[in-house]
């Protein structure tokens, strides 16, 4: 994936790091390939019970819905 791409999603993330960084977590972008951007949740984040609803509901959402390109997130 090009780094246009790497950069738009990272200005997304950027925008929802603030809600994930209230409930003491965070986001890192680990791979984007094949239109599948893959993701590490840190902090509390890791661990919580509600993580893939963040997931598909605001992380996912807010991603595709930007970076039209993008087909899937996946944590690893």
């Known amino acids: ?17 603030p809600a994930l960084r209230r ?7 680990v791979e984007i390939k094949d239109n599948v951007v893959r993701v590490k949740l840190q902090g509390a984040c ?6 893939q609803m963040t997931m598909k509901n605001l992380v996912e959402t807010t991603i595709k819905r930007n970076v039209p390109e993008i087909e899937r997130v996946e944590t690893v």
């Open 46 to 51: 890791a661990g919580c019970p509600l993580s």
């Open 1 to 17: 994936m090009n780094t246009k791409t790497r950069s738009r999603v990272e200005k997304v993330l950027d925008g929802i790091r």
């Open 23 to 29: 409930d003491g977590g965070d986001i890192e972008v």
